[in-house]
């Protein structure tokens, strides 16, 4: 529905641009907090411009968060971070491609059954699954390592399956049909005519599993036990005194560095997340 | 061809990752001889100090044993889930308050051949801190830093009010009148100052009841949280939060800053009077060292003066969790821990009083907290208390803190909200002392894994 | 078979073959081993002990599992419709052409995208009752608010209200499910001199329906399953267990308690209501989501 008059569309002009200073205001304020120096933090009325930009903060937040919180290796938790990240973005797309292909451009028994299990699974919600995983990987010895945290991303998700195959069948029998003629195996097809087809649905795939794995919380909780190997999600939670007490400056720098990134990318990669979105929302 | 070489690039660097990934592991042990055991520990900061001189005694003054510790927040949490995960370090530092439920779950190895190979019986210790280690007949850790209460009071506060510095409040009716007195507010008619908070710090919120003479259990099979005298201690509490307002006190307490730092509530001159452990000193002379306190036994109800024996008691622990790889070499480490250098070393450092039995003349003299003696006196006390030992121990105390907040905000009346929690926690005592006598029956097969 | 079909067979299963590992370790294997579990006292450290239907029966009777349940569905209650209706309230202005669409969509999605866990701490900033910003626009505004996370009747809204903030995906699918709509269709109701109302209700509700249909299934899954945030935002539910939710309480008997069959009981239970709702869901949309044909 297209608004027709001016005064419609000054409405809604007014109605958005409102709602987005809502909506940016927390950022904004999480940002501002940790510029502040710690006595500014705590004021009533709040002061929402800090007096001088106190860029140490991050700094601090960074490499030693305060005698009582003891050494916060927040570098670590970036480098730990991303080491699972490229680990489960890289399982993630190169074995929910296979899978996909398999289901989409193949014809075999079983194979409609076996994709409506599939299916079915994404039904099943993680705390069915939480137990009987943590007994597996303790019996493999797993845990306490990052294995737990990647590895299973290297053998398909029903999410991820399902969203490939719908974007397979799309693409033309005859440009498969062809290659077949000419003589190339199953994988050929995929490398060479499926794979390069599939950009922008393999794009959205790489980005939800990055932002899914940055963004885990009860994974690395459960797994992870030694504090030099925790990731950024659960390394914020230090800045928490166990004791009683925030301190707002440093947890809203140390906030604000794991957000940002995400924000970075995001901005790199909007079309790819939006069209991703959508397909998720109008296929599903 | 440069595609082909940045294909080749991107597939080495994945192989590359996915090794790292495989084989990092948490602490990857120097390879110098010894034997090197993990200890996980929940202190930070200059307590962690403490300890850690402690282990570098212990790492000098042998050879074949190396010791490495790691502060680990939540600790508690984590070694249920690392013993739980099969990777459990070897030497852990609990609160005694864990103590029930993970010796019940067998998290922890029971020590009692080692103890009674060294000699270590509960006459080296002032017996409630041997008794808290304690769990059905066996001994599942030796305590390291103890810990007694006392009532802390600001002394320039009570100047102000117009309260004789040194003399504290003796019974609960004195603590009510003076935290009326000590009471401040603004303009706006928030508070300023407050005289007394039951829940600041909020560390002890299950412990009322037993100052009034209430129990939350009777040892046995019966939990008994919603008897008369706890009743009236949680009634006592609730006056607190009548008496100075919900709202006031939850905006007041919204305010309050970082424990370890000087904008603490009690360091800060927020909350006058906070009952507190014997480490108070310490952060008081490290974030507040200007501040002229003291401390005294907290106050019993002038009805009961019998009461005036109960004491709570509390300890950090140290013990070998099930699973450890080296538990012989955990448990030379903890008897080191233990030995009266030992304990005098970490526990002057922590600015406490030492669990032993036998203490050295240098140590009282030496000591730095002027009120030492109250929280010797207060440990040695003969009604003893502490966090109840059952085998649902962690539930039920996290049952009272909900069923505090209840009281606290007036949702539900003491009787109420106790006998609620005692219904509950009946249920899941009775079901455990069902499997822990069906394990008893089999024999105890399961246990006799000892260091 | 022939030649081509044998070929293909081969082929589909050496494809799918991570797949067949992963359904069966990572899926079919937890799900059958949870099921057993539910119905033994397992400790992990100890073996399983079948106790039969006891956990189940103690569930029942378990008055924090009650309250916990409760807690999650008020939850879900509010934050479903609510984050729906603002999701597609947004998505319709967005798509009345207006300028700067992208960057509108941006700052409304934003929020969505980031980690939990710094939203958590962020917004216990926010709420917090004495320096917090929030209350002080309130009292700007002449509301004496309440002190949110420590009030037990506001500490589900307040939850509710952050999690109205990360509306943004269901925004985006909303506004995708809205520029699908055939122009002629609103043309057509133009030519009838239909309201903006009618022609909400009369041509855009049914025709987005699939999209509204998937954002609540979505949104009843993802809510059931509350976790990260009340884990930092408000552990053990504080105050007075008002903020505990389902995921909550599992968590606490998995691995707190070591109560593993217990857990594992109160997951299949869950896994049996989201089905529930799920179905429920589906059958209300055979009778009213409309499905374009072609």
């Known amino acids: 529905m297209r608004a027709k008059s001016p005064i419609a569309r000054a409405a809604v002009h007014a109605i958005l641009l409102a709602g987005s200073a809502l909506f940016l205001f927390p950022l904004l304020w999480m940002i501002s907090t940790s510029l502040k120096p710690v006595e500014e933090t705590m004021l009533n009325p709040p002061r929402w411009i800090p007096s001088a930009l106190h860029f140490e903060n991050y700094l601090k937040a960074v490499t030693y968060g305060s005698t009582t919180l003891g050494y916060i290796p927040f570098v670590e938790y970036g480098k730990n971070t991303l080491l699972l990240c490229v680990l489960v973005v890289s399982g993630t797309v190169i074995s929910n491609a296979l899978i996909a292909y398999g289901f989409a451009r193949l014809q075999w028994p079983g194979r409609n059954a076996l994709f409506g299990v599939t299916l079915a699974t994404m039904m099943v919600p993680f705390p069915v699954l939480m137990v009987p995983m943590f007994v597996l990987f303790r019996h493999l010895g797993w845990v306490g390592t990052f294995r737990p945290l990647w590895i299973p991303a290297w053998f398909g998700s029903a999410f991820n399956i399902f969203l490939l195959r719908q974007f397979f069948l799309t693409i033309p029998r005859e440009l498969s049909d062809a290659a077949v003629v000419d003589g190339c195996s199953e994988f050929q097809v995929f490398r060479q005519i499926i794979l390069p087809l599939s950009r922008p649905a393999l794009a959205v795939v790489a980005l939800f599993s990055f932002l899914y794995t940055w963004n885990d919380f009860i994974g690395p909780l459960i797994y992870l036990s030694d504090q030099r190997m925790f990731t950024l999600s659960l390394g914020l939670q230090f800045y928490q005194s166990q004791a009683g007490g925030t301190e707002w400056h440093l947890l809203m720098a140390a906030a604000t560095m794991v957000v940002v990134p995400i924000i970075i990318l995001f901005f790199f990669t909007q079309r790819t997340f939006i069209q991703g979105i959508a397909l998720t929302g109008i296929k599903g | 061809m440069l595609i082909r070489i940045s294909k080749l690039l991107a597939v080495a660097v994945l192989l590359a990752t996915m090794c790292v990934g495989f084989v990092r592991h948490p602490g990857r042990a120097a390879d110098d001889g010894r034997v090197h055991i993990r200890y996980w520990e929940k202190w930070t900061g200059f307590e962690a100090e403490a300890m850690r001189r402690v282990v570098d005694t212990f790492n000098r003054s042998q050879d074949h044993i190396f010791v490495d510790m790691l502060t680990i927040s939540g600790v508690d949490e984590k070694l249920l889930l690392a013993t739980a995960g099969g990777v459990p370090p070897d030497v852990v530092g609990l609160w005694s308050s864990n103590l029930s439920s993970f010796a019940d779950r067998q998290v922890l190895l029971p020590l009692d051949d080692s103890l009674k190979r060294n000699h270590i019986s509960r006459e080296d210790y002032i017996p409630a801190y041997w008794d808290l280690c304690q769990y059905r007949g066996h001994m599942y850790a030796l305590p390291t830093t103890p810990g007694s209460l006392a009532l802390h009071w600001n002394k320039k506060l009570f100047r102000e009010a117009g309260l004789d510095p040194e003399r504290p409040p003796r019974t609960l009716e004195e603590l009510d009148q003076y935290a009326e007195r000590l009471t401040k507010r603004d303009q706006r008619g928030h508070l300023e100052q407050a005289g007394f908070m039951p829940n600041e710090p909020g560390w002890w919120n299950f412990s009322w009841g037993y100052y009034f003479g209430g129990a939350l259990w009777d040892g046995k099979n019966r939990i008994t949280t919603d008897c008369p005298e706890n009743i009236r201690g949680y009634q006592w509490v609730r006056t607190y939060s009548k008496r100075y307002g919900v709202g006031s006190l939850e905006l007041f307490r919204s305010g309050f800053g970082n424990f370890s730092s000087p904008q603490n509530a009690f360091l800060s001159g927020r909350v006058a009077m906070e009952i507190q452990g014997v480490w108070m000193g310490n952060f008081i002379s490290k974030y507040a060292p200007g501040m002229e306190w003291g401390a005294a036994p907290f106050p019993y109800p002038a009805d009961r003066p019998d009461l005036a024996q109960v004491a709570y008691v509390e300890c950090d622990t140290i013990s070998i969790p099930v699973g450890a790889k080296h538990p012989q070499e955990a448990f030379e480490f903890i008897r080191f821990v233990n030995s009266q250098p030992g304990m005098e070393l970490l526990c002057l450092g922590q600015r406490k009083h030492t669990p032993l039995a036998r203490v050295s003349k240098g140590f009282l003299a030496k000591h730095p907290n002027p009120y030492i003696q109250v929280f010797i006196d207060v440990a040695k006390r003969p009604r003893p208390f502490s966090a109840p030992k059952t085998p649902i121990g962690m539930e039920y105390v996290s049952e009272m803190d909900a069923a505090f907040d209840e009281i606290w905000l007036g949702t539900r009346s003491a009787a109420d909200s106790l006998g609620r929690v005692r219904q509950r926690m009946q249920g899941k005592l009775d079901r455990q002392l069902e499997a822990i006598a069906r394990r008893e029956g089999r024999g105890g097969a399961e246990e006799g894994r000892q260091p | ?294």
């Open chain 3, 1 to 294: 078979m022939t030649r081509l079909g044998r070929r293909q067979l081969w082929a589909g299963l050496a494809f799918i073959s991570p797949w067949l590992i992963g359904l069966g370790v990572f899926m079919l294997y937890p799900v059958v081993a949870s099921l057993y579990y539910s119905f033994c006292d397992y400790s992990v450290l100890e073996r399983a002990h079948p106790v039969g239907v006891a956990n189940y029966r103690d569930l029942l009777h378990d008055q924090l599992y009650l309250k916990s349940l409760l807690n999650t569905l008020f939850y879900a209650a509010l934050s479903i419709p609510l984050g729906l209706m603002l999701a597609l309230a947004l998505a319709l202005l967005l798509n009345s052409g207006v300028r700067g669409l992208t960057v509108y969509r941006t700052i409304f999605f934003l929020p969505a995208l980031m980690p939990m866990v710094a939203l958590a701490v962020l917004w216990l900033w926010i709420f917090n009752g004495e320096y917090g910003v929030l209350n002080v626009f309130l009292a700007r505004l002449g509301i004496h608010a309440p002190g949110w996370l420590t009030d037990p009747s506001w500490s589900k809204p307040a939850l509710v209200l952050l999690s109205l903030w990360g509306m943004g995906q269901a925004m985006v699918i909303f506004l995708a499910g809205l520029q699908d709509v055939p122009v002629h269709l609103y043309e057509a109701a133009d030519l009838d001199g239909a309201s903006w109302w009618s022609k909400l209700r009369h041509v855009t509700l049914p025709m987005i329906s699939p999209v509204l249909l998937f954002n609540g299934i979505m949104g009843i899954i993802g809510s059931l399953q509350f976790f990260a945030v009340p884990y930092i935002m408000t552990p053990n539910g504080q105050p007075a267990r008002s903020a505990y939710f389902y995921a909550m309480y599992l968590y606490d008997n998995a691995f707190r308690y070591l109560r593993m069959g217990y857990a594992s009981a109160m997951a299949w239970i869950l896994f049996l209501l989201i089905l529930a709702l799920t179905l429920l869901s589906l059958r209300l949309a055979s009778r009213y989501v409309h499905y374009e044909a072609g």
